[in-house]
T-cell receptor, first 110, second 113 residues
């Protein structure tokens, strides 16, 4: 069974701090990898999509990397802001499904 | 603006009642999905459709039904056979395959009266 583990489960940081969120998968047969954020009571927003042939992807203050050999991905957030507060998810992509963990709940304190 | 619209935002179901959640997209995407989210758990796939008039069961399809008569619409019916329907339901779509960028709607919270 494919499982996704996200560490830490929750994280509180002061505004301006750089931080790293971690994601690991039980199945090394990773297709593409998407990082999402979810605000309370809302849908998911795609942040970055790393294609299976890529190792990393950057968008503004966000950088995501993928190491398929170890089944791990990291999301780096630079100069965090209160607006970054949300739950971050990194589901593993299967042929016809995404396998979700419970995410990392990030709180950025002003 | 292109996107996915889910309605209603909140829905209440009485005992023995069937209810239908709406999902409409104007992204011209072929594939659409329904997920269920419970507190403290990851999202789980209920049903998906990769093309009009075709759909497949996901991991937790029991007690649910769907239709895909139009490309832009993928309604989900929560039947009376679903004994624990209280959850947050999310609809999503991709242009073609699951490993492409996934777009989500804003969700429907279903509760039992």
């Amino acid at each position: 069974k494919q499982e996704v583990t996200q560490i830490p489960a929750a994280l509180s940081v002061p505004e301006g701090e750089n931080l790293v969120l971690n994601c690991s998968f039980t199945d090394s047969a990773i297709y593409n990898l998407q990082w999402f954020r979810q605000d309370p009571g809302k849908g998911l927003t795609s942040l970055l999509l790393i294609q299976s042939s890529q190792r990393e992807q950057t968008s503004g203050r966000l950088n995501a990397s993928l190491d398929k050999s170890s089944g791990r991905s990291t999301l780096y957030i630079a100069a965090s802001q209160p607006g970054d507060s949300a739950t971050y998810l990194c589901p593993q992509t299967g042929a016809n499904n995404l396998f979700f963990g419970t995410g990392t709940r990030l709180t950025v304190i002003p | 603006d292109g996107g996915i619209t889910q309605s209603p935002k909140y829905l209440f179901r009485k005992e023995g009642q069937n209810v239908t959640l709406s999902c409409e997209q104007n992204l011209n995407h072929d594939a659409m999905y329904w997920y269920r989210q419970d507190p403290g758990q990851g999202l789980r796939l209920i049903y998906y459709s990769q093309i009009v008039n075709d759909f497949q069961k996901g991991d937790i399809a029991e007690g649910y039904s769907v239709s895909r008569e139009k490309k832009e619409s993928f309604p989900l019916t929560v039947t009376s056979a679903q004994k624990n329907p209280t959850a947050f339901y999310l609809c999503a779509s991709t242009e073609g395959r699951m490993n492409e960028k996934l777009f989500f709607g804003s969700g429907t919270q279903l509760s039992v009266l």
